[in-house]
């Protein structure tokens, strides 16, 4: 019933927060109607359709969507890779009308796809990365058989797609003749495909990076329209530089040009192309990102001759450590000597996963003392996660990047939509590389963050299991101490069921939890580490009777005695461990196991400890205890009345439910407190559970007052306002509260069963 909740208040430098930036803008912006109706229908899509004979689906409502509501649709259900042969049929017919179509990583048959999308008035497609049944051919073929596709699509992107295995060689191309932007990376595309490619009439940009090209002599067809040409990593290229860049030559309207490779190229064309004066006179953008032999002195030469150039990439090149290449003014650039560099890197490469690497190993050096909250940053950090779930080195250098940008505070000022994201991008990595310590390890440090674990949104239970493993097998100190405090809050968020699913891990847990708190009390070390653990061991057992119980088999009721003899003067300590013995003290099935002498005796001394806390919760020990009546009580019944008649006397001289406690209460449920409130022959314990009650009523009374109403807990105390014979302190406390639950249902309204049980107690 009651947890530790006891946030000490640390003095810290003010951290500067970007509140301006756009990330946090949009990302602290809540979601528009059309995204919470779209992620709305596509988590439940199946309800919303019926079943064609053939197994695809179709909406029920026969009304059409707006063009940019059906591509958002599609957009949402490819990002969520819901896109299959059944759910792509909702695109069927004439219910939706695609413009701008998205389908990344969709797995649908080339029937599929032509009968879903092929109908469509489309401009744009992007193909990328589906799966193997649909190759480059089957969505041209498809596209291709409409008329008014081939003539008006504008936008083709099919990266990571296949050629026919029956005829990789077939040309389909050449019936797109309206495509000016065309991207075919990562696929066996070859010289003959170029030369087709080449011949489009409209053709302005062409992005051949990662294929099978082996000479470019064919771009020549399209030098009069051709204006972005991106080849990065053709490791097939076997044409000599000078001829290479005789083409380049010809290319004379280009405006963005990418010769960008992985660092272990040999290459020598980049460094060329920089000596060259008479080429490329309208270029923006060039990008050389992992080239060699790269100077800023060729760099800058390079650039001052064509003023109108915007952009140039020079990660993991050797320049791009002058004020000129800084990337503040004008001329961006992407690179790894400063943050501007790295930012550019990331929103430029975040589809190369050795780019996204090489960018990620220079963020983390950067922001390790970080004192600045970017939310900007930690958004391409989340992007490049994404884009490359599989590859280590990413999700390895990235995690580390995003423990720089939330540790120590800087959470605090990071959307909650952002934390959320990284976080559960950080619990997938874990999963993927179980046997990453590393990764592991800054998870866990990432994890530890106060904000995320009590406001972010995450899978608190693959969470919980993964911090319970790394407490099970860790035996450095400083892990388990944050292990120990990550797992405390944890356990309280939750539900019934998820605890249920831990009972092992926690049997486990409890044990190991324990140990840390014997060798601690053993050295008579009052460390953060042993605070911690009396924390978590004390929200474990919140409403938790099998913890509980785990708690008892492990000895832990005859080590707790021994910590609360061993520090009886640091009440910290003493109202954790009887924040803990309250927790088993109502669970009824153990109450034979506190039938022991020695520890009620203890417990009855507190009742009148000078500190509030200790007299709190060792008051609501004994009551739960008595609760029970005379027959459930194995001990001496002269002990027992005396106990009564104790636990009334010193409730009476408590302050009044309005004072302030250091650890304030918090309760999952209010449901252990009615069996008190209904023991009419013991007015103290009807009088420590209205107290308590009243305490958090009036310290939390939109939480408890809402609880009380949730649970049917008003009856309980309509039953002593009704009772004639009630004890007048009861009575008191008990009108008190229900005070509070008049305001509280002013302001609320009132609850239709609650009003005829009021009619009833006032009649």
Request: net charge negative; hydrophobic share 40%.
């Amino acid at each position: 019933m009651v947890r530790f909740l006891h946030i000490q208040n640390r003095q810290r430098a003010p951290l500067t927060i970007c509140g301006d930036c756009p990330a946090v803008q949009a990302e602290a912006s809540p979601y528009s109607l059309v995204d919470i109706c779209l992620n709305a229908l596509v988590a439940d899509l199946e309800k919303f359709c019926v079943e064609r004979p053939d197994g695809s689906l179709c909406l029920k409502e026969s009304a059409r969507l707006p063009q940019e509501v059906a591509d958002q649709l599609l957009e949402t259900m490819a990002y969520r890779e819901l896109l299959n042969d059944g759910t792509v049929g909702i695109f069927r017919g004439n219910q939706m009308r695609l413009k701008q179509a998205c389908i990344r990583k969709a797995k649908i048959s080339a029937h599929a796809f032509q009968q879903a999308f092929c109908h469509h008035k489309l401009i744009e497609l992007d193909a990328a990365g589906m799966n193997e049944a649909v190759t480059v051919s089957d969505v041209v073929s498809g596209l291709g058989s409409s008329v008014w596709i081939q003539n008006n699509l504008q936008c083709l992107i099919l990266d990571s797609l296949t050629l026919s295995p029956t005829n990789p060689y077939e040309r389909c191309f050449s019936q797109l003749s309206g495509l000016r932007v065309l991207s075919i990376t990562n696929v066996a595309f070859r010289d003959e495909d170029l030369a087709e490619v080449a011949s489009l009439p409209r053709l302005e940009s062409l992005d051949i990076s990662s294929t099978s090209i082996t000479d470019i002599t064919a771009l020549v067809a399209c030098k009069d329209r051709l204006k972005s040409l991106t080849m990065h990593g053709l490791k097939r290229l076997s044409m000599s530089t000078p001829k290479f860049l005789d083409v380049i030559r010809e290319l004379k309207y280009l405006n963005h040009l990418d010769i960008s490779d992985e660092q272990h190229s040999r290459s020598d064309i980049p460094f060329h192309l920089l000596g060259e004066k008479d080429i490329l006179p309208e270029l923006v953008s060039l990008d050389i990102s992992g080239s060699k032999y790269i100077t800023d002195e060729a760099v800058e030469a390079f650039v001052r001759q064509r003023p109108t150039m915007r952009f140039v990439g020079l990660l993991g090149t050797e320049a791009g450590y002058t004020e000129f290449l800084s990337g503040e003014g004008t001329l961006k650039v992407s690179g790894g000597e400063n943050e501007n560099q790295i930012s550019e890197a990331l929103k430029r490469y975040s589809e190369r996963a050795c780019f996204v690497k090489e960018a990620f190993f220079h963020l983390f050096t950067q922001t390790c003392f970080m004192r600045i909250t970017k939310p900007e940053i930690l958004k391409l950090v989340i992007i490049g996660m994404r884009n490359h779930p599989l590859d280590l080195a990413v999700q390895l250098t990235a995690s580390a990047c995003a423990l720089n940008l939330t540790r120590q505070g800087l959470a605090a000022g990071m959307p909650v939509r952002l934390l959320s994201s990284v976080i559960q991008l950080l619990l997938k990595a874990m999963e993927t590389f179980p046997e990453q310590q590393q990764l592991q390890k800054n998870c866990l440090l990432s994890l530890s963050s106060v904000r995320i674990l009590q406001d972010v949104p995450f899978n608190r239970f693959a969470a919980a299991k993964f911090v319970v493993q790394w407490l099970c097998n860790q035996e450095n100190q400083h892990i388990q101490r944050i292990a120990v405090n990550i797992i405390s809050i944890l356990a309280l968020k939750l539900s019934d069921e998820q605890a249920a699913q831990l009972t092992a891990e926690f049997y486990i847990v409890v044990g190991k939890l324990l140990e840390i708190v014997e060798q601690k009390t053993n050295q008579n070390e009052l460390d953060t580490t042993f605070h911690f653990t009396l924390s978590a061991l004390w929200n474990l057992t919140d409403e938790a009777p099998t913890t509980c119980g785990h708690f008892i088999d492990n000895k832990g009721l005859e080590l707790f005695m021994r910590v609360l003899q061993s520090f009886p003067a640091d009440s910290s300590t003493q109202h954790k461990v009887l924040g803990l013995l309250n927790n088993v003290a109502e669970v009824r099935e153990l109450h034979p196991k506190l039938m022991q002498k020695d520890f009620v005796d203890h417990i009855s001394e507190l009742l009148t400890s000078a500190e509030m806390e200790v007299c709190y919760f060792s008051a609501g020990i004994i009551a739960n205890l008595l609760s029970r009546g005379e027959q459930a009580w194995t001990l001496s019944q002269t002990q027992r009345r005396l106990l009564i008649e104790k636990l009334h006397s010193a409730l009476l001289k408590w302050p009044t439910p309005e004072c302030k406690m250091v650890a304030l209460p918090a309760y999952r449920s209010l449901k252990p407190f009615y069996p008190l409130l209904d023991c009419f022959t013991l007015p103290g314990v009807q009088i420590w559970a209205a107290w308590a009650i009243l305490h958090i009523c009036c310290k939390t009374p939109a939480r408890y007052c809402a609880m009380l109403i949730e649970e049917d807990g008003l009856q309980h105390l309509y039953n002593i306002k009704e009772n004639d014979q009630s004890d007048p302190d009861v009575l008191y406390l008990t009108t008190e509260i229900l005070t509070y639950m008049d305001n509280h249902m002013m302001y609320y309204g009132k609850p239709k069963h609650l009003k005829e049980l009021q009619a009833k107690s006032n009649g």
